[in-house]
């Protein structure tokens, strides 16, 4: 079963660019990934589909500038013009055999 | 736009079993090719997948709570329920219903339930 490794908190400035992480386990390199956006008090939101190739998908009404990208086993969020809304929780998620598996979310800060 | 709303009980008590029914508007629960799950998330803490059913009512646990998780589905009203029994203390958590086709893409509001006696 895949695991997903994310960083506990990430901090970036007001209008400057972030780059999340979520690291997939040995033997799950090639796995497709979700990004999910959890404000403050409100339930997550799917920001998009992540595969390893790098394409993604996002979901309905996500800005344009939110992005992603894969390295490996590497898969990226990246949030360009930081505004403070962008301030939340942002977990990756993954399956495998018919289970599902959520990384333990990044806190992102908007200085 | 699909609408997933979860309702049941807040409180439950240590032992008891907790019970939640997702209603689906703006889409059929029987549509193919879609799971319909539920996540918890206990307070501060992250989310954790209980489980899924696929439109065929097939159905898949997490392996850590699947002696006492149990998930139906009646198309008739297009509502999807969870069953978690011997709840204690650390099963506490905003419950969330789901869709899943490639991760979670719609997702209801949360309900919060609380584990006291």
């Known amino acids: 079963q895949p695991v997903l490794t994310q960083s506990s908190s990430a901090s970036a400035s007001l209008g400057s660019s972030v780059k999340l992480t979520c690291t997939l386990s040995?033997?799950?390199?090639?796995?497709?990934i979700a990004w999910h956006q959890q404000q403050p008090g409100k339930a997550p939101r799917h920001l998009m589909k992540l595969e390893g190739s790098g394409s993604y998908n996002k979901g309905s009404g996500v800005p344009d500038r939110f992005s992603g990208s894969s390295s490996g086993a590497d898969r990226y969020l990246t949030i360009s013009n930081l505004q403070s809304e962008d301030e939340a929780d942002y977990y990756c998620e993954t399956w495998d055999s018919n289970n599902w598996v959520f990384g333990g979310g990044t806190k992102l800060t908007v200085l | 736009q699909l609408q997933l709303q979860e309702s049941g009980p807040g409180v439950v008590k240590p032992s008891e079993t907790l019970f939640l029914t997702c209603t689906v508007s703006?889409?059929?629960?029987?549509?193919?090719?879609?799971?319909w799950g539920w996540i918890r998330q206990p307070p501060g803490k992250g989310l954790e997948w209980i489980g899924s059913i696929y439109y065929s009512g097939s159905t898949y646990y997490n392996p850590s709570l699947n002696s006492r998780v149990t998930i139906s589905v009646d198309t008739s009203k297009n509502q999807f329920s969870l069953k978690l029994s011997s709840v204690t203390a650390a099963d506490t958590a905003v419950y969330y219903c789901?869709?899943?086709?490639?991760?979670?893409?719609?997702w209801g509001q949360g309900t919060l339930v609380t584990v006291s006696s």
């Open positions: 040995s033997g799950h390199s090639n796995y497709i």
């Open positions: 703006g889409g059929s629960i029987s549509s193919s090719s879609y799971y």
């Open positions: 789901a869709r899943s086709y490639t991760g979670h893409d719609y």
